[in-house]
Structures are given as structure tokens and as C-alpha cells.
């Protein structure tokens, strides 16, 4: 503002003094009044021309200050970044460390799980339920992996999970080659020693109620709970499960006594017999 008015003012001075160099050239005189308008011009001018000066010694003072100013507030930004560091740091290593704690929390209760799925699904291979505890076992090991690979660096979770399919593959294998050197007749072989045991059909369960045993029942749970009136269970005469119609105890083709039909050697002469799986 007080520079535009300067400005104007210095045009209109130049305009007169334009002017009065004419009249002089003409040797016009300038009256009474028009001398007035030129002086009050004049010291108009000068006094704007001051405080034009004055504003912008203050507008330079102000330039340096606010140079200053962001000179301090970047000094006191590095400090403040500086000293902020070993909070940043420690803020870091306790995030790890955390992090790692929440990780072992919840593997420590994901891995049971997942070895008692393991462990469900090995034993219970032949159950009608195999394709539940399937997938029982299948959910605890994706949420185990999605665990470690959420907590731990892609390396740590690499490593793992080789670990993870090495375990898997060997299990395999040992599953394969104990089919293969273990064949299923020996594994029927002991469970229908284990129903013998117990009195029980071998294949449907039914009780073996033959001698003493023919006005009891019993079960797999009971057997060793009910009392047997004389002794021995031990039937002498051929014996077919009236419910499955498995032929149980059967003679002997060599000494002619009875034998467990479902086992392979005789008790009496030791006479082997072929278990078909
Ligand atoms: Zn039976
Ligand atoms: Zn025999």
C-alpha cells in the first residue's frame, strides 16, 4: 500500500516537476496555490518514502527472524529424531520379543492338538469316523501354519515347514514299509488273540458263551467283572458264533482235540494253520 501510493506520488512529482521545468523554460510563473499543492506533494512524498523505508527494514528484520526460526525448528527436529531413537530401538526389540511370546503360546497349545489329531488319525485309520478326525487333523495343521508363518520371518517358516513335510514323509514311509514287512494277517492275528482273550467272537464281537460261560453275558468293557462259576472258559467241543457264524473252535486235523480255529497254531500239538487276512 505505501509503496503503490509512493509510486503514484513519485509519478505525479515527476508530472510537476515536468511541468515546472516547461514554465521555467517559458518563464511562466506558478501561482500562489499551485506552489502549496507542489510543497505538500513534495513533503507527502518524502514522508511516505520514510516510512516505505522503515517498513522494509522491518520486512527484512522479519525475513531473518523467520530464517532463524526454521533454522532452530529443523535443529530441534533432528534432536528430537535423535534422541527418539533408542525409544524407537526398544521399542523394536520388545515388539520381537513379544511377538515371539505370542508365537510359543499359541503353538503350545496348537502342537497337542495337532499330535493328538496325528496320533487319532494313525490309530484310527480303519474307523467309519477316519474322514472326521481327517479333517480334524488337516484344520489344526493349516492353523499351525498359518501361525508360524504369521510370527516368524519367511526363513524361520521355510525351515519349518521342510521340517513339517520331512516328519510328514517319513511317517509315510514307515507307514509303507511296516505294510509291506508287516502283513495284515499279523496284525488280524492280534485282534483275534485279543478277542479270545476277552471270550469274544473275533469278528463280531458276540460273547463266546460256551461251559461255564453259557448263562453270562459280558462285553468288551464287562469281561473282567462278572464272576465265572467253576473254572476255566475253555470249551471242549466245535463252537460257531451264533451271531456272525464264524466257525471259533473247530478239532484239530492232527491230534483231534479242540482248537482255536481263528489263531494259527494248536494248543494241544502246535499244528499250524493258515490265517487268511
Ligand atoms: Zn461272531
Ligand atoms: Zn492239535
Redesign the pocket.
Known amino acids: 500500500m505505501v509503496g503503490d501510493s509512493s509510486r503514484n506520488l513519485q509519478q505525479t512529482i515527476n508530472q510537476l516537476i515536468e511541468l515546472r521545468k516547461l514554465g521555467m523554460q517559458k518563464s511562466i510563473a506558478f501561482s500562489e496555490t499551485e506552489q502549496a499543492n507542489f510543497t505538500s506533494s513534495l513533503n507527502l512524498f518524502l514522508d511516505n518514502q520514510q516510512k516505505y523505508q522503515e517498513l522494509s527494514r522491518t520486512i527484512s528484520d522479519m525475513i531473518d527472524r523467520k530464517q532463524g526460526l526454521v533454522r532452530e525448528k529443523e535443529q530441534a527436529e533432528q534432536e528430537i529424531k535423535r534422541q527418539g531413537q533408542p525409544a524407537r530401538d526398544e521399542f523394536d526389540t520388545l515388539s520381537r520379543k513379544h511377538r515371539l511370546k505370542l508365537a510359543f503360546l499359541q503353538l503350545a497349545v496348537l502342537l497337542p492338538i495337532l499330535a493328538v489329531a496325528a496320533v487319532v488319525i494313525i490309530k484310527k485309520r480303519s474307523s467309519i469316523y477316519f474322514p472326521l478326525f481327517l479333517a480334524f487333523g488337516a484344520a489344526a495343521l493349516v492353523k499351525v501354519a498359518l501361525v508360524v508363518h504369521e510370527y516368524f520371518p519367511s526363513k524361520y517358516f521355510k525351515y519349518i515347514l521342510i521340517g513339517g513335510l520331512l516328519i510328514v514323509v517319513a511317517r509315510l514311509l514307515i507307514y509303507f514299509i511296516r505294510t509291506i514287512a508287516f502283513p495284515k494277517t499279523q496284525w488280524l492275528v492280534k485282534q483275534y488273540r485279543e478277542a479270545y482273550e476277552r471270550f469274544l467272537c473275533p469278528v463280531c464281537e458276540y460273547p463266546i458263551r460256551t461251559g461255564p460261560r453259557r448263562f453270562l453275558f459280558w462285553t468288551r468293557r464287562t469281561v473282567n467283572r462278572i464272576v465265572v462259576p467253576g473254572d476255566g472258559g475253555v470249551p471242549e467241543e466245535n463252537y460257531t458264533c451264533p451271531s456272525c457264524g464264524c466257525n471259533l473252535f473247530e478239532e ?1 486235523p ?2 483231534n ?1 479242540i ?1 482255536h480255529a481263528m489263531l494259527p497254531n ?1 494248543s ?4 499250524e494253520k493258515e490265517i487268511n487276512a
Open positions: 484239530c492232527s491230534c482235540k482248537r494248536c494241544h500239538c502246535g499244528a
